[in-house]
């Protein structure tokens, strides 16, 4: 059974840092790409970042670039978002997904993307 589980949210300061987590199982996590999305209450979700199977090739939303970093951990079977000087409209649900069993290279959107977590806040407040 494919499962991706996220943790590491919570309240941080504006400027402040946050470490998410994505545990996944199921499946072989190199051969195919994974996602962090978001959503923010009366907003769509947005895709966050994304690393392909190949090479790790990574992509950022313009909004994160620069100071989100995503990566991955295959001994652990675990991917993670460095998030790095937070802004209060960062504040969100973070999901991480993957194109499991279709897709080894990134895509913007969610169509490709067929297993989610359940999310973890994240909340950027003063």
């Known amino acids: 059974q494919v499962q991706l589980v996220e943790s590491g949210g919570g309240l941080v300061q504006p400027g402040g840092s946050l470490r998410l987590s994505c545990a996944v199982s199921g499946f072989n996590p190199d051969n195919y790409a994974i996602a962090w999305f978001r959503q923010a209450p009366g907003k769509e979700r947005e895709q966050v970042s994304c690393?392909?199977?190949?090479?790790?090739?990574?992509y950022y939303a313009d909004s994160v670039k620069g100071r989100f970093t995503i990566s991955r951990d295959n001994a652990k079977k675990t991917v993670s978002l460095q998030m790095n000087s937070l802004k209060p409209e960062d504040t969100a649900v973070y999901y991480c997904?993957?194109?499991?069993?279709?897709?080894?290279?990134?895509?913007?959107?969610?169509?490709?993307?067929?297993?989610w977590g359940q999310g973890t806040q994240v909340t950027v407040s003063s």
């Open positions: 690393m392909s199977s190949s090479e790790g090739t990574t």
């Open positions: 997904a993957t194109e499991y069993p279709s897709g080894g290279s990134c895509e913007w959107g969610d169509l490709k993307f067929g297993s």
